[in-house]
């Protein structure tokens, strides 16, 4: 088992974010998972992302708050614990577009299926 507390969690700058902190709370360390890693984003109001695409799938999970999801022009509101996959190279754009930070866990896999060494 390899145990993180979050009070150990460092942030991490995403490119193309905007009013967001990130904090890595699994990933990247020796003993951490394999195969991807784990991101808490909290968004302020007016905070977001893209638009952009990864070449590598991602999954959102509201923890708490509303994230605003568009995909080839269609939105959709997520609210708590709702969660939603983006294929690779998918085009989206995230906002929080309400006066609450919203609350996200972030899965991603490594850019090439394994943590870098």
Not at 42 to 52: N, V
Not at 54 to 69: A, D, I, Q, S
Request: glycine letters at 12%.
């Amino acid at each position: 088992m390899h145990l993180k507390r979050f009070a150990d969690a460092e942030t991490y700058d995403a490119p193309n974010h905007w009013g967001v902190t990130g904090l890595r709370l699994q990933g990247f360390e020796d003993g951490g998972p394999e195969n991807q890693w784990i991101g808490f984003s909290q968004f302020l109001p007016g905070g977001g992302a893209g638009p952009d695409s990864t070449p590598f799938e991602k999954v959102y999970v509201v923890l708490e708050g509303e994230m605003t999801v568009e995909v080839d022009g269609a939105e959709v509101v997520l609210t708590t614990l709702d969660s939603c996959t983006i294929p690779a190279g998918e085009v989206r754009r995230i906002e929080n577009k309400t006066n609450h930070i919203c609350k996200m866990l972030v899965v991603i896999p490594y850019p090439d299926g394994k943590r870098p060494e």
